[in-house]
């Protein structure tokens, strides 16, 4: 029998690699998890250390604080919010990051191409190769810069994402993001966007949307695929677009995204872009990866190749 690790291309592991759980990410199911995940690292004798964190400004702390010392393989246990983190305090650092899906929103990880089942895909990067992936780059109307990694936007989901990470945290995966969907549908007033791509044959468009979205995977909000053509190492932004609807039509299109996925509409419009910038009538929420990053006017870039992951090899 094969030694999946063994047969990994070589990632430095002494020091060992360092596991950052994210607690909040998981709930008790996600501590159990990690009991699991240590197990298995053992049996297969792939060396890791396991750090519990509360919040993202420790885990970034702590991963700056591994960096210093010299560790070179850095996991990070939750969401994709907590991937965000990783990925921010280690970017421009030469450390191999992976991800272990343990949170509400694992699509970062989907399109990596790990199983949803964390103890499943901590076999996968314990056998993976480095991947170059590319980040989007956020520059906020306040004057903040934030790297994200799989998908952001304004308006609903925006409104939703902020639900989510609140009334609704403890609700799994995607019953999470529709509940909130349906908590933010409540005070729902469409938004007067206008994007403005760099690219000199695609000219701004502006819009009265329910929401406007730039996304680096295929899927946000724990699957939902509205970007289905994205790609996270193409050196492209994918912009999604979903005109104004009307309360009935988007109660209308909720069942849809529950069992598909997909937002079957003839009112979703999309582009590819490297840069784009979103601009709306008021200042309007900002989200990436669930996470609330500031307010419009927004400016956004793709950033290739950005970090090396762990993923499992491509056929």
């Not at 019953?175 to 938004?191: D, N, Q, W």
């Amino acid at each position: 029998m094969t030694d999946p690790v063994a047969d990994s291309p070589r990632v430095s592991r002494d020091p060992p690699a360092l596991v950052f759980v994210n607690t909040a990410a998981g709930g008790r199911h996600g501590c159990v998890c990690a009991l699991r995940i240590q197990n298995l690292f053992r049996e297969l004798r792939f060396p890791a250390e396991f750090l519990v964190t509360k919040n993202s400004e420790e885990l970034q702390s702590n991963v700056r604080q591994a960096i210093a010392n010299k560790c070179k393989l850095l996991l990070a246990m939750g969401g994709d919010g907590t991937f965000q983190g990783l990925a921010n305090a280690a970017f421009g650092e030469d450390v191999v990051l992976g991800i272990l899906p343990a949170g509400g929103g694992n699509d970062f990880a989907a399109a990596l191409g790990l199983p949803g089942d964390p103890v499943i895909a901590a076999r996968a990067v314990a056998g993976g190769q480095p991947r170059w992936v590319d980040l989007v780059r956020v520059n906020t109307a306040d004057g903040r810069s934030r790297l994200y990694v799989g998908g952001g936007g304004v308006g609903l989901d925006a409104e939703a994402a902020r639900y989510a990470s609140g009334a609704f945290r403890r609700l799994p995966g995607r019953s999470r993001y529709i509940a909130s969907a349906l908590r933010a549908l409540a005070g729902y007033v469409p938004i007067e966007v206008r994007i403005e791509f760099m690219e000199p044959d695609l000219g701004p468009i502006e819009a009265k949307a329910l929401l406007a979205g730039v996304l680096n995977a295929p899927t946000y909000g724990a699957g939902l695929r509205f970007a289905p053509e994205a790609q996270i190492d193409d050196g492209l932004l994918d912009v999604v677009l979903i005109e104004d609807l009307s309360t009935f039509e988007v109660l209308a299109l909720l069942p849809r995204l529950i069992f598909s996925g997909e937002p079957r509409t003839s009112r979703v419009r999309r582009w590819r872009a490297r840069r784009v910038r979103l601009r709306t009538r008021k200042p309007t929420l900002f989200h990436g990866d669930g996470e609330i990053l500031g307010t419009t006017p927004v400016e956004i870039e793709v950033v290739s190749r950005a970090v090396q992951v762990l993923a499992p090899a491509r056929t």
